[in-house]
Each structure stands twice: as C-alpha cells, then as structure tokens.
C-alpha cells in the first residue's frame, strides 16, 4: 500500500501529467484501494484476535461482505481493465502514431479512466445486495450469543435463481476480467515487443547516419515501451494464475465437482500474496526505469530539484505524450 501511494504522490505531480501517467496514477490508487478497504476489518479480526468470536450485529456483517469482498473485487477489476487500457494506449503510441495524437490525448483518456471505474461498480453492484443477514441466537462460550445468519437475497432466490445467478456472474467474470484481458495483453505484449525491436534497428540505423536527434527520440520511446511491457509481464504472472483457479472453481461449481478446495484455497492465498508483493515491484520499475519518476521522487521526498528541468530549457520536447516531457528523460 505504501507503494502505490508513493506512486500516486510522484504522478499527480503536474510535471508529470501525461496521457500514459494518468492511467498508471489510476491503476495505483485501484491497488491502494484493493488493499485499503478490507485493511480495518483484518486488522480486527486477526491482528486483534476476534476471528473467532461471533459476528454481530447484521450491520457489521454487511460492512464485512461489503470491505472484505465486493469493493476490494470492484477496484481490483478496475486495475486490471485499466491495464489492459494502458497496453492498447502503448500500442497506439509505438504502431499507430499518427492516430494517438487523436485518439490519447488527456481528455480521451480521462474519460476512459472514468468510464472503466462505472464499468467495475456496475459489474460489482449487485453484490452488494445478493445477501442477507438474519441475527441468530446460538450457544456459544456457555452462553447465548447472537450471530448472523447468511442467506441468499430474495430477488436472487426467486426471480432469477442461485445457480443461474451465481454462474452469470461467475463466467462474465472469468470470461472479460481474467481470460480476454490475459490474453489480449499477452498479444499487445508480443507486437510491443515486435515493435521495440524494429524500433532498435531504426535507431542503430539512425545512429550510423548520425542522426542524433531522431536517434534520441527513439530510444526514450523504446525505453519506455520496455517498461511498460516489464510492467504487464510482472501483471501477467500475478494474474494469470488467479484466472486458472476462478476458472476451475466456475467449471467445478457448474458442471462437475472436481476441485479439492483446500489446495485450491492455498494456491489463492498464494496468489494473493504474490499480487500485494508485485506493487513494491512496480514502484522498484519505475524508479529503475524512468529517470523522470526517479528524478521527481527525489524532488519531491529530498528537495532536490529535478536536474533536467534546471539544466535544459531548450523546446526539445517529445510528442508521445504532450510537451511536458523533455527527450533527456524516460517518457511516460
């Protein structure tokens, strides 16, 4: 968590606000956020030791359901949609030039960015009201306790069905949040990479006929392309498994019962773990990668002044992302 708000802090800087920045900035705070909700009440149940006390009242179990599961579900689907965003954004930039001066510009994408949050909240919103809690009276610790009770909301039960419900909403999951985001970044992956080599061979080409111009706008473009597609990859291991499991669980619940839930529960925490240990990652990336972040981060959190920005006051700026960005440093 404090990761990405380390990286919310450097890309809200107005120094750094470009089309490619706001998406990274966004897919921060949908990571933060993915962490942040449910942090009070595990900090309760098991930092505190009260796991294994009775939930209650109703109230409480809602605001469970509610910060454990659905919200931290809603950003993280938000995360990954806005990296699929940020990958199609790339390949724009790198295969189609001429069209991202239309097509990326800020007001495009955030619109985007806003448009991908509604999207996540619709598709998260009907679990905040698929469950009921009902109080219980049950012996417990040698006296009678009141427990919630869960059950499956009305509208749910009989007018639409749990099976048909919960498989609805199963495979729309694994089919457009896991399997086809996956997958098309794995494609946009490759032709990145494509692209990056034939844009490595243009530049020795223009270094040969010193160009050196031409030949250092190419290299900030394909360093930045490497650490995007660096950035993707890192998602992909994290995520790739995570679709795996939804999918045999969807597989095991609707068709036949295979899955030994035990293994499955342990490669999920497993999975888990590994995407809340790939946000320190991200932000090791950007300070390797990216003179500009590195550079901001030191202004920001040392004082010391961004030495680009003192030292170079020529127009010499690039046109992937707006001119805020000098060809001396990494664009974002």
């Given at each position: ?6 990286i919310?802090?450097?890309l ?9 920045n706001?998406?990274?900035m966004?897919m ?13 009440g595990?900090?309760y149940?098991f930092?505190?030791?009260?796991h294994?006390?009775?939930l209650?009242?109703?109230l409480?179990c ?38 991202a ?6 007001p495009r ?16 919103s009907t679990?905040?009201l698929?469950?009921?809690y ?7 610790d040698?006296?009678?306790?009141t ?24 495979l729309f999951?694994?089919l ?26 243009k530049r020795?080409k ?5 160009r ?8 900030d473009?394909?360093?930045t ?5 660096v950035v993707?990859s ?5 995520e ?21 839930y035990?293994v499955?529960?342990?490669?999920i ?18 300070c390797?990668?990216s003179?500009?972040?590195r550079?901001?981060f030191?202004?920001?959190f ?12 020529s127009?010499?700026?690039s ?14």
């Amino acid at each position: 968590m404090t990761a990405n708000l380390l990286i919310v802090i450097v890309l809200s800087r107005r120094s750094m606000a470009t089309p490619t920045n706001s998406v990274l900035m966004a897919m921060a705070l949908c990571d933060m956020f993915t962490l942040l909700f449910p942090a009070p009440g595990l900090i309760y149940m098991f930092t505190l030791g009260n796991h294994y006390k009775p939930l209650s009242p109703a109230l409480a179990c809602y605001a469970w359901n509610a910060l454990n599961e659905v919200i931290p579900a809603m950003f993280h689907t938000a995360s990954i949609w806005l990296t699929l965003a940020l990958a199609v954004q790339r390949y724009i930039y790198v295969c189609h030039a001429p069209v991202a001066r239309t097509w990326c510009t800020m007001p495009r994408v955030k619109k985007v960015i806003f448009y991908i949050f509604v999207a996540a909240m619709l598709h998260q919103s009907t679990r905040f009201l698929d469950r009921e809690y009902h109080l219980s009276n049950i012996l417990w610790d040698n006296q009678t306790t009141t427990v919630c009770r869960l059950e499956t909301a009305e509208w749910v039960r009989n007018y639409i069905g749990e099976d048909v419900y919960f498989t609805s909403y199963y495979l729309f999951r694994i089919l457009f949040v896991h399997l086809l985001p996956c997958a098309a970044l794995v494609a946009l992956n490759v032709l990145l990479y494509k692209a990056m080599k034939l844009a490595q061979e243009k530049r020795e080409k223009l270094f040969r006929e010193n160009r050196k111009k031409e030949c250092k706008k190419l290299r900030d473009a394909n360093c930045t392309t490497l650490m995007l597609i660096v950035v993707v990859s890192v998602f992909l291991v994290v995520e790739i498994p995570l679709a795996v499991i939804t999918a045999l669980h969807i597989i095991s619940s609707a068709i036949i019962e295979f899955l030994d839930y035990r293994v499955a529960n342990l490669f999920i925490l497993f999975a888990n773990f590994s995407l809340i240990v790939s946000y320190p990652i991200n932000f090791a990336i950007y300070c390797g990668m990216s003179r500009q972040f590195r550079e901001t981060f030191k202004e920001i959190f040392i004082k010391r002044p961004i030495g680009g920005a003192k030292k170079d006051n020529s127009s010499k700026y690039s046109i992937v992302n707006g001119p805020r960005t000098c060809t001396n440093e990494t664009v974002l």
